[in-house]
């Protein structure tokens, strides 16, 4: 079956806009989890949703934001755009097991903010 | 927070070496993961542990889940060039938590 898809795969903005990036989990899986990747941080937890529901929030701004849909797919937004916003934004679909949870990650998105 | 350190930072070895790396945690995991990330890509996952003691095997990959719960290893026998990348653990404190990566072990292997 189709992996973790995210969209766009690149995507430049200029400080003070907005972006919106998407995520599709890996069919059947309910939970999605987004990260953001920078050299500097390495990959950082942003939030977590399930069922429509966010269960998980990082420690980010209120910048950030997301939601889930009734397909599971998710989307992420962030708002007045920083230069250190620039970062590889992945998503995560996460797969529910009695003997444990696997994580899945997508190819994430590149923006950069200029 | 939770500390999630990973060694070594970097490696550079020859072709059919055998490598070793490792995580330890200041708390206890319910899961450790392992990931392989190339340039540009998202993380693959490598190998899946959930419980002390665990050993597993993905080819000529090996981990281990440590017994105390606070750390893991990844072994890689007989590098090839294609392993070259960059190596993560991720440990899942409680289930359905977020994932704690650590900072992750760039392999160069040298034809």
């Known amino acids: 079956k189709a992996g973790v898809t995210q969209t766009p795969r690149y995507l430049i903005k200029t400080r003070g806009q907005q972006v919106t990036l998407s995520c599709s989990p890996i069919?059947?899986?309910?939970?999605v989890s987004w990260y953001q990747q920078t050299p500097g941080q390495g990959l950082q937890f942003l939030f977590e949703y399930f069922s429509e529901t966010q269960r998980n929030k990082g420690n980010f701004p209120g910048r950030f934001s997301g939601r889930q849909f009734s397909n599971s797919r998710s989307e992420m937004n962030v708002s007045t755009l920083e230069l250190g916003d620039s970062a590889l934004y992945l998503c995560?679909?996460?797969?529910?097991?009695?003997?444990?949870?696997?994580?899945?990650f997508g190819e994430g998105s590149w923006l950069t903010v200029v | 927070g939770q500390q999630l350190n990973q060694s070594p930072q970097s490696m550079f070895i020859q072709e059919g070496e055998d490598v070793s790396m490792n995580c330890t945690s200041s708390s206890i995991f319910n899961t450790w993961l392992w990931y392989k990330q190339d340039p540009g890509e998202g993380p693959v996952l490598l190998i899946a542990l959930y419980k002390a003691g665990e050993l597993t095997s993905n080819g000529r990959l090996t981990a281990q889940f440590g017994i105390t719960r606070k750390d893991s290893f990844l072994n890689i026998s007989a590098s090839i060039p294609s392993d070259v990348g960059i190596y993560f653990c991720?440990?899942?404190?409680?289930?359905?938590?977020?994932?704690?990566f650590g900072e992750g072990t760039q392999l160069t292997v040298n034809p």
């Open positions: 995560a679909s996460r797969e529910w097991a009695h003997s444990g949870n696997t994580i899945y």
């Open positions: 991720a440990g899942e404190e409680t289930s359905g938590s977020r994932l704690t």
């Open positions: 069919s059947g899986h309910r939970s």
